[in-house]
């Protein structure tokens, strides 16, 4: 079961005021959460109460353990690396939507490695860097071309994707026209990895296409963990 489907099952227990389950599952939670150790705190408090020793009412400890889920969740989108690439000029429409992006997941406290800034990086510094990479953002103005920076990149990611699972690669089709027919090394990669499309004109500031396209960005990542 992943960790989103197991928030929500504990999200699911205090609905229903099942606290002792909630507890067993959140302890469950924590004890195969990577920073195990920092959550032995939580598990001391979750066991105190799962036997009766912290005189609270029900609604009281409900809120309490709720308070942890959403702690702990907030850990998780810290944990969730990506790599935001950008195939296109750096001073053209289709960074100033990239810039925007990178900000925007940022503040959103994702760590985000990005090409628009670490363009100089050596092929074995991005190699190193998608290693550790949980997705892979790349963005594609019309009609890109396949540079040698995305073909290693693409390899790379590739590699990941085959061998455990990481990092998802996600396309995003900067403002293509609907005639587009995309060079045969992006085909075969639309073919595994579904694109999203943006539509709207680039060169216009955040709008609210942009953040509804940001926000259906955020729930994939949060249901993918």
């Known amino acids: 079961m992943t960790f989103r489907l197991l928030a929500q099952r504990v999200r699911e227990h205090l609905h229903n005021h099942q606290i002792q389950a909630a507890i067993h599952l959140l302890d469950h939670m924590l004890v195969n959460h990577p920073t195990e150790r920092e959550h032995l705190p939580y598990r001391d408090l979750l066991k105190r109460i799962a036997t009766g020793q912290v005189p609270w009412e029900p609604t009281e400890i409900e809120a309490l353990l709720l308070d942890i889920v959403r702690e702990v969740e907030r850990e998780e989108i810290k944990r969730t690396r990506l790599y935001l690439h950008y195939e296109g000029p750096h001073d053209g429409p289709g960074s100033s ?17 990005s090409t ?10 991005r190699n190193a860097e998608l290693e550790r990479t949980h997705y892979l953002l790349l963005l594609l103005p019309p009609r890109p071309k396949i540079s040698p920076t995305l073909q290693q990149v693409l390899q790379s990611a590739n590699r990941g994707f085959r061998t455990k699972g990481r990092p998802q690669i996600i396309p995003i089709r900067l403002a293509w026209p609907v005639t587009t027919r995309p060079p045969a090394a992006l085909r075969s990669l639309f073919r595994v990895h579904h694109p999203l499309d943006w539509q709207a004109p680039l060169h216009t500031p955040p709008t609210y296409s942009y953040s509804y396209f940001f926000f259906l960005l955020i729930i994939y990542f949060r249901t993918q963990n």
């Open 116 to 125: 628009l800034e670490n363009w100089s990086a050596t092929p074995h510094q």
């Open 97 to 113: 939507f990239a810039r925007s992006l990178q900000r925007s997941l940022r503040s959103h406290q994702f760590p985000v490695f």
